[in-house]
Structures are given as structure tokens and as C-alpha cells.
């Protein structure tokens, strides 16, 4: 495809600078494109263009200088720009082409000129682009984010990275999240979605190298992985790309790694969405421990996980809560041992909140298995390790896990006498109320 050069150059404007070069004589392919120019133009502006001319010159066929720019910033819009700079034309500056035309500039080593006058900076494009990149893209929330859009493509990432452009523009975002005065704190969510996923998960770091509030960091995980793919639902159904599983680890290997920062809700929900898409060990484990340091706020429906096996599988994963449990109960031995075992247990600082939040995991484990025991599917073993988890002092009361047994023995006629009594003996009869012993 060539691409006309009356669109970049008027003739006027040839006529006036080129008195002996009646025809372009070099020839260049960017992409898709090719570009007619005259020698004396890109000579005098770019080292790099210079040297590759005086190699492919042929002194014979002055008419024949071709050649192919490979992996060139911005492709073939910029170079565009870059041949209008060469031939004196003026040219728009924008935060959408500032940072490739930066990069272009620096891949044609255009920093060095020998023709022009070198003391003044009117001749320097680098100079120009960098002037405007300071005063009209870094103090701007929406043009740094236009900046950073342009980035999208490989060839200019790297070498923005390289002039510390993505970093520079990265942190003016995150100062401007961290310090905006706003009622509304999810202001930046929806501008913040339009980043690749690379750079939205590097802005994430800074704000977390900030300092800023984990919790409105993780909503605006959220926001942007609801935006991203909106379609990771774990009630539907399908058959889900690589792609769609490694954005799903990307985003919960962002969450922030303080407590209570992502709702307990938000993890249940992402760990559904992990295991419907296999996400790897490290995802779901990292999602597992997130649930179990903070079980007790939970609800019985978010922790109703599918299981998405086979058809003889038990419809809920009940492996899955058993590891979340076993990492509650680890965050929480020592406050378990001290509050059940000891005789002043009062002692232990916040002993109330511990036994209240330790009182409502053993209750909601108590509902689950109450709630999966109808299912045929669910194997004795199962069910018993399930309720083995939660250590013996841990439970105020067994009456929700008696009824949660004979629930299951009901809906599984079919088990032998000895499994009841394995079932049964898990039971403290001093912990049974009158109430349930009559049901």
C-alpha cells in the first residue's frame, strides 16, 4: 500500500527547500506503507536515516535508495509525522502521538543535527515532544491516560519504559487517585479501565507503593475486571479460552494482600470463577487463604461453591471449603486453644470478638452441611471431614451439627449402621439442647 506523500508535503513547500532533487529518491516501507522522500531531507534530521542511505546508496541509480523499517514506533502514522517534521511542515502535538513520536525519534537518532542550527532547540523534535509531554500530559489526569493508551503497542511500550515515560505517567495517576479531594472515591474507576491490563496492573502497584486505601484499590480491581470480561460468570456456562483464565489469575494475583481489603463476598465469588476456569494452584490457594482469615463473614449462599466435575460428583465443592476452614482455624488456633481451653480465657485481648467470630464459622459450617446433606452424591467421608474441621471446643452448641446428620442419614437410607455411628460419635451430647434432642 503506498501512501501519498502530497498528503504530508505540500509541492509548495518542495519547490522552496529542494532546488536540485526535483523527484523523491528514497524509498521506505513502514508496515504496510511506503514512503517517496527526498535524501537531503532525512539526512540532515536523522542520524540513523542518514547512515542507512549512505550504505544502500547506489551512485549509478541515484533514484533507487530503498529500505524497510522494522518494528518502528507508532508504525506508519508517526513516521508520517516524522516526515512532515523533516520537511519544515507544521504538525499537531497531541497526548495520543506525543510519546510514540518521542520514541520514533530516538530510534531515527534525531537528537543530532548537523545542518541545522543545534544551539537552538526550534530544530529538535526530541526537545518538542518532551517539552510537551511535561507541560500538557503530566499534569493532566485524562491526557496522561491518553498517553499511556498509545503505549499499547509493544515497540513503543519497551521504549517508553526505557525514557521513563510509562513510569512517570503512572505515578502522576496514582498521586492524583491518592490525593484527589473527592466525596466519590470510585471517581478514576472507569477512566482506569481503558489501560491494558499490563499497565492497569502496574498503576495498581504504585497506588499500593503509595500507600492508598487497599479497600478502594481492590473495588477498582473489581470494576475493571467486571469491565475487562464481564462475561466471567460462574452460573453460566461454556467453554472458556486460556486467555479469559489468565486475565482471571492476573486479577486476583492484584488484590491486595491486607486483610479484609476485598470483600469476603468478592472472593467467594472469584474462587467460583477460578475453579470453573481451572485457574491455577497459586490462584486458588491465594484466594482460599484471602476466604479463611475472614470466614466469619461469610454468608451460607456465598459459600456455596460449585464443583464442576463429572456427574458423580457432589454438586458443591466441598474439598474447597474444607481447605478454607482448615485456613481459618489455622489463623485462629491459638485464640481457639486459649478461649476453650483455658480457664480464663478472659484474659486473651478481644476474647469476646474471637469467640463471636469463631461462634459464626462454626454456625455457617453447621447450615452448609445441613444444606449439601440432601445431595446423594455427597460421600460419607466427605461430609465427616467437612465437619471433623472445625475443632471440638469450636463449637458453642451441637445442635445444628445433629440436625445437619440426620439430615444426611435421612437422604441416604442406604449407608450401613456402623457409618451412622461414625457420624454420630462426632457429637457432644453435653452440647445438645433439649430442643434438638426432641426433633
Same mark, same amino acid.
Given at each position: 500500500? #503506498?501512501l501519498?506523500? $502530497?498528503? %504530508?508535503?505540500? !509541492?509548495?513547500?518542495?519547490?522552496?527547500?529542494l532546488?536540485?532533487? =526535483?523527484?523523491p529518491?528514497?524509498?521506505?516501507?513502514?508496515?504496510?506503507?511506503?514512503f517517496?522522500i527526498?535524501?537531503?531531507?532525512?539526512?540532515?534530521k536523522?542520524a540513523?536515516?542518514?547512515?542507512?542511505?549512505?550504505?544502500?546508496s547506489?551512485?549509478?541509480?541515484?533514484?533507487?535508495?530503498?529500505?524497510?523499517?522494522?518494528?518502528?514506533?507508532g508504525?506508519?502514522?508517526?513516521?508520517?509525522i516524522?516526515a512532515?517534521?523533516?520537511?519544515?511542515?507544521?504538525?499537531e502535538?497531541?497526548?495520543?502521538?506525543?510519546?510514540?513520536?518521542?520514541?520514533?525519534a530516538?530510534?531515527?537518532?534525531?537528537?543530532?543535527?548537523e545542518?541545522?542550527?543545534?544551539?537552538?532547540n526550534?530544530?529538535n523534535?526530541?526537545?518538542?515532544?518532551?517539552?510537551?509531554?511535561?507541560?500538557?500530559?503530566?499534569?493532566?489526569?485524562?491526557?496522561?491516560?491518553?498517553?499511556?493508551? #498509545?503505549?499499547?503497542? $509493544?515497540? %513503543?511500550?519497551? !521504549?517508553a519504559?526505557e525514557?521513563?515515560?510509562?513510569s512517570?505517567? =503512572?505515578?502522576?495517576?496514582?498521586?492524583?487517585?491518592?490525593?484527589?479531594?473527592?466525596i466519590?472515591?470510585d471517581?478514576?474507576y472507569?477512566?482506569?479501565?481503558?489501560?491494558?491490563?499490563?499497565?492497569f496492573?502496574?498503576?495498581?502497584?504504585?497506588?499500593?507503593e503509595?500507600?492508598?486505601?487497599p479497600?478502594?484499590?481492590?473495588n477498582?480491581?473489581?470494576?475493571?475486571?467486571?469491565?475487562?470480561?464481564p462475561?466471567?460468570?460462574?452460573?453460566s456456562?461454556?467453554?472458556?479460552s486460556?486467555?479469559?483464565?489468565?486475565?482471571?489469575?492476573?486479577i486476583?494475583?492484584?488484590?491486595?494482600?491486607?486483610?479484609?481489603?476485598?470483600s469476603?463476598?468478592y472472593?467467594?465469588?472469584?474462587?467460583?470463577v477460578?475453579?470453573?476456569?481451572?485457574?491455577?494452584?497459586r490462584?486458588?490457594q491465594?484466594?482460599?487463604?484471602?476466604?479463611g482469615?475472614?470466614?466469619?463473614?461469610?454468608?451460607?449462599?456465598?459459600?456455596?461453591?460449585?464443583?464442576?466435575g463429572?456427574?458423580?460428583?457432589?454438586?458443591?465443592?466441598?474439598?474447597c471449603?474444607?481447605?478454607?476452614?482448615?485456613?481459618?482455624?489455622?489463623?485462629?488456633?491459638?485464640a481457639?486453644?486459649?478461649?476453650?481451653?483455658?480457664?480464663?480465657?478472659?484474659s486473651?485481648?478481644?476474647?469476646?470478638?474471637?469467640?463471636?467470630?469463631i461462634?459464626?464459622?462454626?454456625t455457617?459450617?453447621?447450615?452448609y452441611?445441613?444444606?449439601?446433606?440432601?445431595?446423594s452424591?455427597l460421600?460419607?467421608e466427605?461430609?465427616?471431614?467437612?465437619?471433623?474441621?472445625?475443632p471440638?471446643?469450636?463449637?458453642?452448641?451441637?445442635?445444628?451439627?445433629?440436625?445437619?446428620?440426620?439430615?444426611?442419614?435421612?437422604h441416604?437410607?442406604?449407608?450401613?449402621?456402623q457409618?451412622k455411628?461414625?457420624?454420630?460419635?462426632?457429637?457432644?451430647?453435653?452440647?445438645l439442647?433439649r430442643?434438638?434432642?426432641r426433633?
Amino acid at each position: 500500500m #503506498s501512501l501519498a506523500m $502530497e498528503n %504530508v508535503i505540500s !509541492q509548495e513547500n518542495v519547490n522552496r527547500k529542494l532546488t536540485t532533487e =526535483l523527484l523523491p529518491n528514497v524509498l521506505i516501507t513502514v508496515g504496510d506503507y511506503m514512503f517517496m522522500i527526498h535524501k537531503s531531507c532525512l539526512a540532515n534530521k536523522s542520524a540513523f536515516l542518514r547512515k542507512f542511505i549512505e550504505e544502500r546508496s547506489n551512485e549509478e541509480n541515484d533514484l533507487v535508495c530503498a529500505f524497510t523499517l522494522h518494528d518502528f514506533p507508532g508504525g506508519a502514522r508517526t513516521f508520517q509525522i516524522i516526515a512532515k517534521f523533516c520537511y519544515g511542515q507544521k504538525f499537531e502535538l497531541t497526548s495520543s502521538n506525543v510519546v510514540p513520536i518521542i520514541c520514533a525519534a530516538y530510534y531515527l537518532n534525531m537528537n543530532m543535527m548537523e545542518d541545522d542550527d543545534t544551539t537552538s532547540n526550534k530544530f529538535n523534535l526530541i526537545f518538542k515532544a518532551k517539552k510537551f509531554l511535561s507541560g500538557n500530559v503530566f499534569s493532566n489526569w485524562k491526557e496522561s491516560i491518553e498517553a499511556l493508551i #498509545s503505549c499499547d503497542h $509493544e515497540d %513503543v511500550l519497551n !521504549q517508553a519504559d526505557e525514557l521513563g515515560i510509562v513510569s512517570r505517567c =503512572l505515578q502522576s495517576l496514582a498521586y492524583k487517585v491518592t490525593y484527589h479531594e473527592s466525596i466519590y472515591p470510585d471517581w478514576w474507576y472507569e477512566d482506569v479501565c481503558s489501560l491494558n491490563l499490563s499497565l492497569f496492573k502496574r498503576l495498581i502497584e504504585v497506588l499500593g507503593e503509595m500507600g492508598h486505601d487497599p479497600v478502594n484499590i481492590s473495588n477498582a480491581i473489581a470494576y475493571y475486571a467486571n469491565e475487562y470480561n464481564p462475561g466471567l460468570d460462574p452460573n453460566s456456562s461454556g467453554i472458556w479460552s486460556v486467555e479469559e483464565r489468565k486475565l482471571h489469575e492476573q486479577i486476583v494475583g492484584m488484590l491486595p494482600v491486607q486483610k479484609g481489603a476485598t470483600s469476603t463476598k468478592y472472593l467467594l465469588s472469584m474462587l467460583s470463577v477460578g475453579t470453573m476456569l481451572n485457574a491455577n494452584v497459586r490462584c486458588i490457594q491465594s484466594l482460599e487463604r484471602k476466604i479463611g482469615t475472614q470466614l466469619d463473614e461469610a454468608t451460607l449462599e456465598d459459600l456455596l461453591v460449585p464443583c464442576f466435575g463429572d456427574e458423580q460428583d457432589a454438586t458443591f465443592d466441598i474439598a474447597c471449603l474444607t481447605r478454607i476452614i482448615e485456613n481459618f482455624v489455622e489463623e485462629n488456633m491459638l485464640a481457639i486453644e486459649l478461649l476453650y481451653y483455658s480457664h480464663d480465657n478472659k484474659s486473651l485481648e478481644g476474647s469476646d470478638l474471637l469467640l463471636a467470630k469463631i461462634a459464626a464459622v462454626a454456625t455457617i459450617v453447621d447450615q452448609y452441611l445441613a444444606k449439601v446433606a440432601i445431595d446423594s452424591n455427597l460421600k460419607l467421608e466427605e461430609f465427616r471431614s467437612l465437619a471433623c474441621v472445625i475443632p471440638d471446643g469450636a463449637r458453642p452448641s451441637h445442635d445444628g451439627l445433629y440436625r445437619a446428620i440426620c439430615t444426611y442419614i435421612k437422604h441416604h437410607p442406604w449407608i450401613l449402621n456402623q457409618e451412622k455411628q461414625r457420624l454420630y460419635q462426632l457429637l457432644d451430647l453435653e452440647k445438645l439442647s433439649r430442643d434438638a434432642c426432641r426433633e
